[in-house]
């Protein structure tokens, strides 16, 4: 996650950011790592956008339903 004064974004929106600036033509799914155990409503809509799955994972890389 990013947070400075004037931009906050999430771990997700970073790595779509990153990717798609270096060219990516298009995605198969968004992994998300965390020890939090939810998805924030941002990451959803990304994963809705780009039409592919979202999958959870806890900090053990056990998928999370």
Known sequence: ???????ELSAVEAAVAA???S????FEAIALVTGAGIVVSSDSAIAAE?????ILAD???NAVE
């Open 50 to 54: 780009l039409q592919v799955p979202l």
């Open 1 to 7: 996650t990013v947070k400075l004064a004037s931009l």
């Open 23 to 26: 060219g990516a033509q298009g």
């Open 19 to 21: 990717a798609v600036s």
């Open 59 to 61: 900090l053990d890389g």
